[in-house]
């Protein structure tokens, strides 16, 4: 098995020449120190919450865990209190519309200099999976420059790898075409958007697609286990968001979770509750801080994903981390009366296993009662899955629940209500706004 590329990648960066985990610590211990000098001294937001801190007398680790945290509704209140540079060196600016109801944006800025920062994680993330044999589609936005599809071509480019960036699916038919006609072999796109295409596109997919990248939201295990068993391609995971700079780690061969971008990034897990770090091998909150940022640096930035370090060396032989595949958002459940939890992934779990679902959404009503709505290709299968559905969610929880499933035809035009966001569960509130 190859080794994960991000090896070597990060050993050159880095410049360290040992292949321990110390000598990785001790980079990122002298990266944290200036990562917290440089934002102290050049972003308002930083200047007044590290007011107390003292810097220079952080010399590990755990001295660096005291350092508060920076949470996305700061960016959301303010996003220019945390620019270090000049607008004019801003590049891109990245504007997240994450909450349904407030009018706040979550923007975030980068300079060339970030993005070539970015371009060099992707190119060698990207010869995790693929080889100058392969001919890549890109199922991500791609039209501006910065964004997630432009750099990924700039660094294909870059490994002599084609690369056609066409953004996200809207249209399965041309993108079919785009398939054959240029012998694509390796697919990068949303998880959802690549389980609705190779369900109404089986042939062409199991004739040409040899890899799969899923970025951009957590990925079902049931997605996986479809794409490989009936396709027989290698499904690989990307973790990022835009706030990272699009890319945080992707996996190896071994495809038993992420090695990170640990030259450019350090991650924690935490416990969400107290802040306390999590063991290798306990759930947590990730939280990362950026090395080298120059726009935009971010501190112990709570992302709302849950993951863990994995307690296991990797197959691959590397000494670096592996993070085991984030399995949602901390919001995206609903807890009831009994405190009993329902996360979005459990219900993926369930409802996505039937192939002829194309997608699906579910939502609390205010009544409590859980309104599900499927895509079906054919309505006459609705009745069959609804029964079988409804029993398996019955079973699931001991809370009595209300269940309201209804069924819509598949437009075949892939609607993108929010084409680079998260999925949701979503409890709808009175007067019928969205509540995260
Ligand atoms: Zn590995």
């Not at 042939?203 to 996986?224: A, H, Q, W």
Request: with cysteine; charged share 25%; net charge neutral.
């Amino acid at each position: 098995m190859k080794q994960t590329p991000l090896e070597n990648w990060i050993l050159q960066r880095t410049g360290i020449h040992e292949r321990s985990r110390q000598a990785l610590e001790e980079y990122q211990i002298q990266q944290l120190a200036s990562t917290l000098h440089y934002a102290k001294d050049n972003s308002r937001y930083y200047k007044k919450l590290l007011a107390q801190t003292d810097i220079d007398s952080i010399k590990s680790i755990s001295g660096f865990h005291a350092v508060p945290f920076t949470y996305p509704e700061d960016i959301r209140k303010k996003p220019t209190d945390f620019l270090c540079v000049s607008e004019k060196e801003v590049k891109r600016i990245v504007t997240l519309n994450t909450s349904g109801t407030s009018g706040e944006e979550k923007r975030i800025y980068f300079t060339e200099g970030d993005l070539n920062q970015t371009i060099d994680f992707f190119q060698y993330g990207m010869n995790c999976l693929t080889d100058q044999s392969d001919r890549v589609l890109v199922l991500l936005p791609g039209k501006a420059y910065g964004s997630i599809g432009d750099l990924l071509k700039k660094a294909l480019a870059l490994s002599h790898i084609e690369c056609i960036v066409h953004g996200v699916l809207r249209d399965p038919e041309e993108v079919e075409q785009i398939i054959m006609e240029n012998g694509i072999s390796c697919i990068v796109g949303i998880p959802m958007q690549i389980l609705y295409f190779s369900r109404i596109k089986s042939e062409v997919f199991r004739k040409f697609i040899k890899k799969v990248l899923l970025s951009t939201d957590y990925v079902p295990g049931v997605l996986v286990q479809e794409l490989e068993s009936r396709f027989h391609c290698t499904v690989f995971n990307h973790y990022g968001m835009t706030e990272m700079g699009y890319g945080g780690g992707v996996e190896c061969q071994a495809l038993t979770g992420y090695h990170l971008r640990e030259g450019d990034l350090y991650f924690e897990i935490i416990d969400p509750a107290t802040g306390k770090p999590a063991t290798d091998g306990q759930y947590g909150e990730v939280v990362f801080t950026t090395f080298g940022r120059q726009a935009m640096p971010l501190i112990r930035y709570r992302t709302g994903d849950m993951a863990r370090f994995s307690k296991n060396h990797c197959a691959c032989g590397t000494f670096l981390r592996t993070m085991d595949k984030v399995i949602g958002r901390i919001t995206n459940k609903v807890v009831f009366d009994n405190s009993e939890e329902m996360h979005l992934r459990e219900l993926d779990e369930i409802i996505l296993k039937y192939s002829e679902v194309l997608d699906y959404t579910a939502a609390f009503s205010r009544t409590d009662t859980l309104e599900i709505c499927l895509t079906l290709m054919k309505g006459e299968l609705f009745e069959k899955l609804q029964e079988e559905i409804a029993e398996r969610i019955c079973a699931g929880w001991k809370t009595d629940l209300k269940l309201c499933m209804t069924w819509k035809p598949d437009s075949r035009i892939f609607k993108i209500t929010n084409s680079m966001g998260k999925r949701n569960l979503i409890r709808l509130q009175e007067g019928g706004g969205k509540d995260g």
